[in-house]
């Protein structure tokens, strides 16, 4: 006769748990979904994930549900269940657009599995349709000349720029993006090891360092923070989720741009290493002692 196993047992009651719980949608249960969906079974998980997906109407606090789902499909080691979290959260797409950035992340993540790129893009998609249903409803005013613009217009400033522009303010403000864009390509006049065209020494440094630790980077590429908000920042390491901004001056206008992009940074609760002119004859050792805090070299 076969001996009893506690574990199997164990599982099969939660199992049960949270299958009841989703079909008889017992909104009052939810905090008991919140346990489950640590619960070390991965298959329980997997039916609490599901199960607060279906308590989507009844629940008034989806603030608290959706971040209870985007810890689970952030840092669950179980793919199906990043997978079902991610599908839950599509039925949250109110309270899901505090996360658009985070669900960004997931969805252009490559070290995950297709399906679970695929149900982040599809939370992304429920979370943008939500944000501009919400911006419809509103006014809009050009960001420069105050002047009331449509719908139209205000999406079109949103996706470009990320700040709402009137037909003749947004030409402007492309015209200012090109001649803004050439005068950084003509700065980027050093090269590095593997070819990346940089603008200063310590931006040459840096990307060098990382090659040579086979640190895989993307540099000077913009990236949405928080919201519509996008950052360009010196480097982003994808396979991280971490930013590197090297500073390499303290002019009054440069330090004030510093500032704004900082808080950006903190805002959106980025990673982030700053390195600067004041580190350069360091700069290696700083970099690594840094980056020792969120990778293993």
Same mark, same amino acid.
């Given at each position: 006769?076969?001996?009893?196993?506690? =574990?199997?047992?164990?599982?099969?009651?939660?199992?049960?748990?949270?299958?009841? +719980?989703?079909?008889?949608?017992?909104?009052?249960?939810?905090?008991?979904?919140? /346990?489950?969906?640590? *619960?070390?079974?991965?298959?329980?998980?997997?039916?609490?994930?599901?199960?607060?997906?279906?308590?989507?109407?009844?629940?008034?606090?989806?603030?608290?549900?959706?971040?209870?789902?985007?810890?689970?499909? !952030?840092?669950?080691?179980?793919?199906?269940?990043?997978?079902?979290?991610?599908?839950?959260?599509?039925?949250?797409?109110?309270?899901?657009?505090?996360?658009?950035?985070?669900?960004? &992340?997931?969805?252009?993540?490559?070290?995950?599995? &297709?399906?679970?790129?695929?149900?982040?893009? #599809?939370?992304?998609?429920?979370?943008?349709?939500?944000?501009?249903?919400?911006?419809?409803?509103?006014?809009?005013? $050009?960001?420069?000349?105050?002047?009331?613009?449509?719908?139209?217009?205000?999406?079109? /400033?949103?996706?470009?720029? /990320?700040?709402?522009? *009137?037909?003749? $303010? %947004?030409? #402007?403000? +492309?015209?200012?993006?090109?001649?803004?864009?050439?005068? @950084?390509?003509?700065?980027?006049?050093?090269?590095? !090891?593997?070819?990346?065209? @940089?603008?200063?020494?310590?931006?040459?440094?840096?990307? =060098?360092?990382?090659?040579?630790? /086979?640190?895989?980077?993307?540099?000077? #590429?913009?990236?949405?923070?928080?919201?519509?908000?996008?950052?360009?920042?010196?480097?982003?390491?994808? !396979?991280?989720?971490?930013?590197? !901004?090297?500073?390499?001056? =303290?002019?009054?206008?440069? @330090?004030?741009?510093?500032?704004?992009?900082?808080?950006?940074?903190?805002?959106?609760?980025?990673?982030?290493?700053?390195?600067?002119?004041? &580190?350069?004859?360091?700069?290696?050792?700083?970099?690594?002692?840094? %980056?020792?805090?969120? +990778?293993?070299?």
């Amino acid at each position: 006769m076969a001996s009893h196993n506690p =574990d199997v047992a164990e599982q099969k009651q939660l199992r049960a748990r949270a299958l009841e +719980i989703g079909n008889t949608l017992e909104a009052s249960a939810v905090d008991e979904l919140f /346990g489950l969906l640590k *619960c070390r079974f991965p298959e329980v998980r997997r039916l609490a994930a599901s199960a607060l997906g279906k308590l989507a109407p009844r629940h008034p606090n989806e603030m608290l549900v959706t971040d209870y789902l985007a810890q689970a499909a !952030e840092t669950d080691d179980h793919p199906q269940v990043r997978q079902y979290a991610l599908k839950a959260l599509s039925k949250y797409p109110n309270a899901s657009v505090a996360l658009l950035d985070r669900l960004r &992340d997931l969805a252009r993540n490559p070290d995950l599995k &297709d399906y679970v790129r695929t149900a982040a893009a #599809e939370a992304v998609a429920a979370a943008q349709e939500a944000n501009r249903t919400a911006y419809a409803r509103k006014h809009h005013w $050009c960001t420069r000349c105050r002047r009331r613009i449509n719908e139209e217009d205000f999406m079109r /400033g949103m996706e470009l720029f /990320g700040k709402p522009y *009137c037909l003749h $303010c %947004l030409d #402007e403000r +492309i015209l200012e993006s090109k001649n803004f864009e050439i005068v @950084v390509n003509e700065a980027k006049a050093k090269r590095t !090891e593997d070819g990346t065209a @940089v603008q200063s020494q310590g931006e040459r440094r840096i990307a =060098d360092y990382l090659s040579l630790k /086979g640190v895989r980077y993307v540099y000077d #590429e913009r990236y949405r923070m928080a919201g519509d908000v996008r950052i360009r920042p010196d480097f982003y390491l994808p !396979e991280f989720d971490l930013y590197i !901004e090297y500073w390499g001056m =303290d002019t009054p206008e440069y @330090v004030e741009n510093m500032k704004k992009k900082l808080f950006l940074y903190q805002r959106a609760g980025k990673k982030l290493i700053s390195l600067s002119f004041r &580190d350069f004859d360091r700069l290696e050792a700083i970099l690594e002692e840094k %980056l020792s805090r969120y +990778i293993r070299l």
